[in-house]
């Protein structure tokens, strides 16, 4: 098991920046990946970004790919995903998910077990 906790969402201007945190708790697990995924209203949840553990391994959906940048500081056990560059179309609520299935820990998220409540970025044009 484990916590997954969300934070830094919030309202930003088109073409300006946010910052979101996934930090963990109460892990009884090893992560080997952790991800970052989107649902926008009226969407299905959608692929962000993802990151091993040993930060070697970081996959990115061409949507968002020289935009956001995924990180981890395994220390304090939490994944950060930096926004630039943002659209309207990055409005979304922003999830971050442990994997525990290792090398299947990519971009789909039926191999990713735990789910955090969630965060609301929203970008105004």
């Known amino acids: 098991q484990v916590r997954l906790v969300e934070s830094g969402g919030g309202l930003v201007q088109g073409g300006g920046s946010l910052r979101l945190s996934c930090t963990a708790s109460?892990?009884?697990?090893?992560?080997?990946?952790t991800a970052w995924f989107r649902q926008a209203p009226g969407k299905e949840r959608e692929f962000v970004a993802a990151?091993?553990?040993?930060?070697?391994?970081?996959y990115y959906s061409d949507l968002v790919k020289g935009r956001f940048t995924i990180s981890r500081d395994n220390a304090k056990d939490t994944v950060t995903l930096q926004m630039n560059s943002l659209k309207p179309e990055d409005t979304a609520v922003y999830y971050c998910?442990?994997?525990?299935?290792?090398?299947?820990?990519?971009?789909?998220?039926?191999?990713?077990?735990?789910w955090g409540q969630g965060t609301q970025v929203t970008v105004s044009s």
């Open positions: 990151i091993n553990w040993s930060s070697d391994m970081i």
């Open positions: 998910a442990d994997c525990s299935s290792g090398s299947k820990c990519r971009k789909d998220e039926g191999e990713y077990a735990y």
């Open positions: 109460e892990r009884t697990v090893i992560a080997y990946a």
